[in-house]
């Protein structure tokens, strides 16, 4: 197993945005053209040529599969390591990694706000003089 390339470290990226996409906003809606040129790109170059994981995923992504909608991050997140095992590039902490640093969308941890920025609550009627 190898490093990707740049077109196949993109083609990887647009799926792992899609899943997140997924998570966050329920099932893609077509035409997913990215989605799909990055899923043909990487069936291109796998090494097994099976098919399947491929055509699960989209799927999966599209809310078309048979697994519950609570289910469908973790199994579009299965066939997305079968992609990666069958391309060739290993699903470790490297990838995931890079992957994290390239989202579209990267996760923020939660923080506070902090006390400056915070409204206070505008009072309901009108002030009376004093």
Not at 44 to 52: E, F, G, H, Q
Not at 74 to 80: C, D, E, I, P, Y
Not at 81 to 108: E, F, M, S, Y
Request: with cysteine.
């Amino acid at each position: 197993m190898s490093k990707p390339n740049r077109t196949t470290f993109i083609a990887l990226l647009v799926l792992d945005n899609a899943i997140r996409k997924l998570q966050s906003d329920g099932p893609l809606k077509p035409p997913e053209h990215g989605v799909r040129l990055a899923l043909a790109y990487l069936y291109s170059i796998t090494l097994s040529k099976n098919c399947d994981p491929f055509d699960t995923l989209w799927l999966t992504l599209l809310g078309r599969d048979h697994q519950p909608p609570n289910f469908r991050v973790t199994w579009a997140g299965t066939q997305f390591a079968r992609i990666c095992h069958d391309i060739g590039v290993p699903r470790d902490i490297n990838l995931t990694a890079a992957l994290a640093k390239g989202r579209a969308t990267p996760t923020q941890p939660h923080r506070k706000p902090e006390p400056s920025t915070i409204k206070p609550r505008q009072s309901e009627g009108p002030e009376k003089p004093t």
